[in-house]
T-cell receptor, first 107, second 122 residues
Framework: DIQMTQSPSTLSASVGDRVTITCRAS??????LAWYQHKPGKAPNLLIY???SLESGVPSRFSGSGSGAEFTLTISSLQPDDFATYYC?????????FGQGTKVEIK | QVQLVQSGAEVKKPGASVRVSCKAS????????IHWVRQAPGQGLEWMGW????????GYAQKFQGRVTMTRDTSISTAYMDLSRLKSDDTAVYYC???????????????WGPGTLITVSS
């Protein structure tokens, strides 16, 4: 199974901050990586697919980058609605695996 | 618009079975795979398995092999996830999610259901 490791686990930031979350796979996943935003009591929301493609309707302050086994999600200017938990997920192979999540908290 | 509507919360006793349903609308049900993902309290997202809404083919995470079955009723555009021999650590919110497409480029989850809380308690 491909292990996905996110860092940090928790991130404290202020509105307007630039935020970066890292996701590392245990092997090359060929860029088949998605990022989701998850808020309590809600369904996860797709932000980024194919490592760097922005899902339709997602604000442009979200961006993804990376290749091979190392990826990042960046929020260019954190907004109040962005405080949530973020997960990376590989879809290169089965079983699909998620990172453990990064909780973005208000500083 | 695409919607996935799930069945309501349930409380089950250890050893029992549960069925969670996921009714799709706004798209051709048989054109897309459905996956199931769960989140235990205070934990992250855990993938359980997939099902082809077209031919009913399925595949499960090894952890759930022998306890989970994913099926569908195409006449009502509904997917089902059955989990048997429930244990207290099966207490979780269970989500269905649609996979965007059949080639690797599109095998991410573009729409999710709202989740169904299953509580396993004696």
């Amino acid at each position: 199974d491909i292990q996905m490791t996110q860092s940090p686990s928790t991130l404290s930031a202020s509105v307007g901050d630039r935020v970066t979350i890292t996701c590392r796979a245990s092997q090359n996943i060929n860029g088949w990586l998605a990022w989701y935003q998850h808020k309590p009591g809600k369904a996860p929301n797709l932000l980024i697919y194919m490592a760097s493609s922005l899902e339709s309707g997602v604000p442009s302050r979200f961006s993804g980058s990376g290749s091979g086994a190392e990826f990042t999600l960046t929020i260019s200017s954190l907004q109040p609605d962005d405080f949530a938990t973020y997960y990376c997920q590989q879809y290169n192979s089965y079983p699909r695996t998620f990172g453990q999540g990064t909780k973005v908290e208000i500083k | 618009q695409v919607q996935l509507v799930q069945s309501g919360a349930e409380v089950k006793k250890p050893g029992a079975s549960v069925r969670v349903s996921c009714k799709a609308s706004g798209y051709t049900f048989t054109d897309y795979y459905i996956h199931w993902v769960r989140q235990a309290p205070g934990q992250g997202l855990e993938w359980m398995g997939w099902m082809s809404s077209n031919n009913g083919g399925s595949g499960y995470a090894q952890k759930f092999q022998g306890r989970v079955t994913m099926t569908r009723d195409t006449s009502i555009s509904t997917a089902y996830m059955d989990l048997s021999r429930l244990k207290s650590d099966d207490t979780a919110v269970y989500y269905c999610a649609r996979e965007r497409g059949h080639t690797t480029s599109f095998r991410y989850f573009d729409y999710w259901g709202p989740g169904t809380l299953i509580t396993v308690s004696s």
